[in-house]
């Protein structure tokens, strides 16, 4: 009898065993679910890691006001849910960024750092000028052109004249770029050249620019007071 009832206790005790087994296991389970749940909501929801704060770099020609309602960060927006490359993305829509950086700094800042174009070209236009960076990009309105910019005649309202004027001068070394004192633009095709010297360069369309570009470096140490590159393949001088 009494093996029997040894066999019977253990057995007992076996099965009591593993019943609190089973109850720690759904413990710890419930308690793993517990805190997951936790965790995402103080990451995704709770105002613990919400963006209480945005940061602009780099503006000038932008107010802060116009970069951040580009960026289009609301206060309290949990920091997950702000993906920087949306972000830069509706930044870099404004006219003058040449290039934005935006960052999460946890636990509640978001960092956006613009880099603005440079000016270049100034294009008179009712009775001021639109400042434009060295590709013809126009961004800015002003009553007075800043000093030793390349004044561009040709019409502000015709966007692709203004493409291929940016064509023509990003195309330039920057030893010629600096001779430069204005760039006329009557039609598409009659793009000129006038240079701090006196000098003339016909350039003609903005096509093969690059090409144009090298054969006016090449002729310009030679001397004249007219080049022409229209057709780079027989340039002339006089």
């Known amino acids: 009898m009494s093996q029997v009832s040894d066999a019977t206790s253990r057995l007992q005790l076996r099965r009591r065993d593993q019943r609190r087994r089973r109850s720690l296991t759904w413990l710890v389970g419930a308690l793993a679910v517990v805190l997951i749940i936790g965790a ?29 309602e580009a960026a289009g960060v609301a206060a309290g927006t949990p920091l997950v849910w ?14 003058a960024v040449a290039e934005v950086t935006v960052s999460r ?14 000016p270049r070209l100034a294009i008179p236009a009712g009775g001021g000028y639109l400042l434009a960076d060295a590709s013809g990009v126009v961004f800015q309105a002003v ?20 493409v291929d004027v940016g064509t023509v001068f990003s195309a330039l070394s920057s030893a010629t770029a600096a001779k430069v ?37 090449a002729l310009l140490p030679l001397g004249g ?8 393949g027989f340039p002339t001088r006089r």
Request: no cysteine; net charge negative; charged share 20%.
């Open 40 to 68: 995402v909501y103080v990451v995704g929801f709770s105002p613990a890691l919400a963006a209480r704060a945005v940061t602009v770099n780099g503006a000038r020609v932008l107010t802060k006001a116009e970069v951040l």
């Open 82 to 95: 702000v993906d920087p490359s949306t972000v830069a993305e509706r930044v870099s829509g404004l006219p």
């Open 105 to 118: 700094d946890w636990p509640d800042t978001v960092h956006i750092a613009v880099t603005e174009r440079k």
């Open 143 to 162: 009553d007075n052109a800043p000093s030793g910019l390349v004044v561009v005649e040709a019409d502000p309202n015709s966007q692709q004249v203004l």
């Open 181 to 217: 004192s204005r760039l006329e633009a009557p039609t598409r095709d009659g793009i000129v050249l006038r240079l701090r010297d006196g000098s003339r360069v016909v350039w003609g369309s903005a096509e093969e620019s690059p090409l144009k570009s090298q054969v006016l470096d």
């Open 225 to 232: 007071s007219v080049f022409n590159v229209s057709a780079p």
